[in-house]
């Protein structure tokens, strides 16, 4: 008897160490995946896209993942280091905005010209199909893969003061957000003035440093600039490109289960989902503006319209000239807009 009793002990013993066994190895299975991003919690970008983005992976992830998010710069200050982050591993996800790493998705300035993006469902939907036809693969991205590449609504320009033809622009001092925006500012005869950050626009503006600057709805209304510019020039002057990408390594090491929820809901789906919840915020905010009687709303006459276009092709035909195998990028985002759009 006494010899069964210690018998049952020991396979009790057993059976306990093989649960605790088990039980450890599904906790390491779960994989937390830390996400860096510049943009602060209470923003519709944090709350309405990446935080959903985030939400919807670890649902469909079978219980393989977490993912541990870090707003407003919480894990790396700088927003010009988090690509590098997770090209070393520092963090595992990242919402990089391309021009603040120079060089690193260079095909996808050509967003940032103006007349070609219509709005950011469309302009990312179309951005991501020249990342997965692998025309953008920018230089020393090998160690990272790109979950979502999008596009900004297109920007209009906003001036102290109306303007209705090419010549009422032309003695215009207008910010600009990069190099492209710059070229087209330079190109409506107008002078550019780079090196002001989107907080110190408004201010610019009440100061009288500059005149007018280049932004969408949302950066106009959520930096007070809409406040100190109110006359809004209905141009189309070029869109701003945006990436999320994971560390490939990193990537790479995750169960099945975690990598097939990321796959789901990345690429088109996440473009679906930044565009449409970009596109919402740009209506809300402009038909909002329109409601201020204290606003001027204007649009060219067709004639002026065409002397606009005139000039600003001159950034376009730059931009290809200045970039290899330009106009080939050029025409196939031209083709993979008209593909989404149908």
Same mark, same amino acid.
């Given at each position: 008897?006494?010899? %069964?009793? %210690? &018998?049952?002990?020991?396979?009790?013993?057993?059976? $306990?160490?093989?649960?605790?066994?088990?039980?450890?190895?599904? /906790?390491?299975?779960?994989?937390?995946?830390?996400?860096?991003?510049?943009?602060? $919690?209470?923003?519709?970008?944090?709350?309405?896209?990446?935080?959903?983005? /985030?939400?919807?992976?670890?649902?469909?992830?079978?219980?393989?993942?977490?993912?541990? &998010?870090?707003?407003?710069?919480?894990?790396?200050?700088?927003?010009?280091?988090?690509?590098?982050?997770?090209?070393?591993?520092? /963090?595992?996800?990242?919402?990089?905005?391309?021009?603040?790493?120079?060089?690193? !998705?260079? =095909?996808?300035?050509?967003?940032?010209?103006?007349?070609?993006?219509?709005?950011?469902?469309?302009? #990312?939907?179309?951005?991501? %199909? !020249?990342?997965?036809?692998?025309?953008?693969?920018?230089?020393?991205?090998?160690?990272?893969?790109?979950?979502? &590449?999008?596009?900004? *609504?297109?920007?209009?320009?906003?001036?102290? @003061?109306?303007?209705?033809?090419?010549?009422?622009?032309?003695?215009?001092?207008? @910010?600009?957000?990069?190099?492209?925006?710059?070229?087209?500012?330079?190109?409506?005869?107008?002078?550019?003035?780079?090196?002001?950050?989107?907080?110190?626009? $408004?201010?610019?503006? #009440? @100061?009288?440093?500059?005149?007018?600057?280049?932004?969408?709805?949302? /950066?106009?209304?959520?930096?007070?600039?809409?406040? *100190?510019?109110?006359?809004?020039?209905?141009?189309?002057?070029? #869109? #701003?490109?945006? &990436?999320? !990408?994971?560390?490939? =390594?990193?990537?790479?090491?995750?169960?099945?289960?975690?990598?097939?929820?990321?796959?789901?809901?990345?690429?088109? *789906?996440?473009?679906?989902?930044?565009?449409?919840?970009?596109?919402?915020?740009?209506? %809300?905010? @402009?038909?909002? $503006?329109?409601?201020?009687?204290?606003?001027?709303?204007?649009?060219?006459?067709?004639?002026?319209?065409?002397?606009?276009?005139?000039?600003?092709?001159?950034?376009?035909?730059?931009?290809?000239?200045?970039?290899?195998?330009?106009?080939?990028?050029?025409? *196939?985002?031209?083709?993979?807009?008209?593909?989404?759009?149908?």
């Amino acid at each position: 008897m006494l010899k %069964k009793l %210690k &018998m049952t002990k020991t396979l009790l013993g057993c059976g $306990a160490a093989f649960l605790i066994s088990l039980a450890g190895q599904g /906790a390491s299975a779960q994989e937390n995946l830390r996400f860096t991003t510049s943009v602060p $919690a209470q923003s519709f970008i944090y709350a309405d896209i990446l935080s959903v983005w /985030a939400d919807r992976v670890v649902a469909d992830s079978e219980g393989t993942l977490t993912i541990q &998010m870090f707003p407003a710069g919480t894990l790396g200050r700088d927003p010009a280091t988090h690509l590098d982050m997770v090209r070393g591993g520092t /963090a595992d996800i990242a919402y990089v905005v391309p021009g603040y790493t120079p060089g690193a !998705m260079n =095909e996808a300035t050509l967003l940032e010209l103006p007349n070609l993006v219509p709005d950011a469902l469309h302009g #990312s939907l179309a951005a991501t %199909k !020249m990342v997965e036809d692998g025309l953008w693969q920018g230089e020393g991205m090998e160690p990272v893969k790109i979950l979502g &590449m999008f596009s900004t *609504a297109p920007g209009l320009l906003s001036t102290t @003061r109306k303007i209705e033809t090419l010549e009422e622009v032309r003695d215009l001092k207008l @910010r600009g957000a990069g190099p492209t925006l710059l070229a087209s500012i330079t190109a409506l005869g107008a002078t550019p003035i780079g090196g002001i950050t989107a907080p110190q626009i $408004a201010e610019g503006l #009440s @100061r009288g440093l500059i005149d007018g600057s280049i932004n969408e709805w949302v /950066a106009l209304t959520i930096f007070g600039i809409a406040e *100190a510019a109110k006359f809004h020039l209905d141009v189309n002057l070029g #869109s #701003s490109p945006i &990436m999320v !990408m994971i560390n490939r =390594e990193k990537y790479d090491s995750l169960p099945e289960a975690a990598r097939a929820a990321i796959d789901k809901n990345s690429g088109p *789906a996440f473009a679906k989902l930044f565009g449409e919840a970009f596109d919402a915020w740009i209506e %809300k905010f @402009r038909t909002a $503006a329109m409601q201020d009687d204290s606003r001027v709303f204007t649009q060219l006459s067709d004639a002026e319209q065409a002397k606009w276009d005139a000039q600003l092709q001159t950034v376009t035909d730059g931009w290809i000239a200045d970039h290899p195998n330009g106009q080939a990028l050029y025409d *196939a985002y031209v083709v993979a807009l008209k593909d989404v759009q149908n």
